[in-house]
């Protein structure tokens, strides 16, 4: 709801604007967004905001962004809509959040290359992730990282970033919350006076230069890459959309929903002999870790917990605030032919407290996930059982979500009370880790496929090692270039030290002359 002090310059703004723009400039605006306009109050607050409530600079700004809206074709913008280089190359993207909470929208400039015949479907891939978060998030600021590592003078492209700054300033208002820029090189100083001018004075506070020491101070090590000194260990890869909306999977049926207060042993088991036939022991264990059912044999408990905590040794682990996450980044399934369709993913939390989680995915009617929604005691782990459903097959594209956030000792873990919580939590007390998946051509389960209840060592595939070797030329190259660095300045050194010992010898020869 837009604030009540705003009430009568909203009205004031939406009747002005009804009466003395859009008789003559109704061909130049899409229907769809004066039909907005109209109804969501919202939108006229934001830009009300931006133009500290003065109604004739917020009239000339929502000309302005509806004309351009109208240009770049914002409404029809989507996925399909745009070149699917765009998307491949890496250069923008949303991804996790800063200390604050605001989402993260980052400009990788090192992959950025400046081209005039390719300008305007970069703009409008700009106005397609800003259009499709503003749309997600209601009016959210959010908060835009230039990444300048690695680059230089030909990576820069002062119309593209104007471009970016116009869009906050005019299409986009009061959705900026910051700019932190990482590793600018000393280069780029003149270029960025000039920018700092297109911000305007009320904007220029916004700007956060940053090296690898400063930039924690605004986002924390979980969002971060490990050249940022993070432990982040996203990568960025498309198809899907590297922030898709992750969805609630197929056939919810964790701990907590009234289905599964009431599952008897019976059923459990027979879902176990689905997923590979558990031993009763891990049956009892994965009810003892969940935070509704307690198991009432703690000496075969104990016995499942340390044999998961030794098969989890070998196993590669997330280490986040809250919880731990293994595997760290892929779920490894099977081929059709090898009919592997079960992964086990283990949480422990690591903190004093309760931690809430739930289990979302961007292929939810492929999936099911057992439990998808529950909470972890302090110190405990528990195992979420991920099955594909029917005759689907994994995807490459297939993604998971796991939100964690901590609850307050006095907060129950009931369906009603973790339904509420999720509501209320705020957006920045939340962790969040993606899982991408792997399928597996070989015969043998490379990863932790449930199957004869073992289980297996991811191995590195052929990708691992190409990035791994790209990466070892990448620094081999730079030290080549460093060393003829050397070099060159050696052999010039030389030269003007002869050059130096001629002029000596030159001088003193002079003086004996002289003298005699």
Known sequence: MAGQDKAPLISETRRRFETEYLPEKSDKYDSRDVERLQQDDNWIENYLIWRHDVVDDTLKMIDESFQWRKEYMVNDLSESALPKWLFENGALYLHGYDKEGYKLFWFRVKFHTKDPKLQFEKKKFVAFWLEHYARREHGKPLT????????????????????????FKVYYPNYLSKIVIFEMPWIMNAAFKIVKGWLGPDAISMLKFTNKNEVQEYISVEYLPAYMGGIDTFKYSYPPLVDDDFQTPLCENGPITTEDETES????????????????????????????????????????????????????????????????????????????KKCLIVLTNVTKNVVAFKVRTTAPDKYRVKPSNSSCEPGTSIDIVVSLHGGFAASLQDRFLIMAAEMDQASGA???????????????????????????????????????????????????????????????????????????????????????????????????????
């Open 414 to 516: 009931g369906v009603p009370e973790l339904a509420q919580f999720w509501k209320e939590v705020p957006r920045n007390k939340v962790m969040e880790h993606r899982l991408r998946c792997h399928v597996v051509e070989s015969s043998k389960p490379s990863t932790l496929t449930l199957k004869d209840n073992s289980f297996n060592i991811p191995t590195k595939t052929n990708e691992d090692l190409h990035l791994q070797l790209t990466q070892l030329l990448q620094v081999n190259r730079r030290l080549q270039e460093q060393i003829d660095r050397c070099v060159w300045f050696q052999q010039l050194i030389v030269v003007l030290a002869l050059f130096l010992v001629a002029i000596a010898s030159f001088c003193l020869y002079a003086l004996y002359t002289q003298r005699c």
């Open 144 to 167: 835009v990282v230039f990444d300048m590592a690695e680059t230089g003078l030909s990576h820069i492209d002062l119309d593209f970033i104007r471009f970016i700054i116009n869009c």
């Open 265 to 340: 042993k019976e059923e459990v088991e027979a879902y176990s002999k689905e997923a590979g036939e558990f031993s009763e022991e891990q049956i009892l264990g994965a009810k003892k870790v969940c935070s509704v059912e307690q198991s009432s044999k703690p000496e075969e408990n104990d016995k499942t917990d340390s044999k998961t905590k030794n098969a989890k040794k070998a196993l590669t682990i997330f280490k986040g605030q809250l919880l731990h996450i293994s595997p760290a980044e892929e779920l490894f399934f099977g081929s059709k032919e090898i009919g592997e």
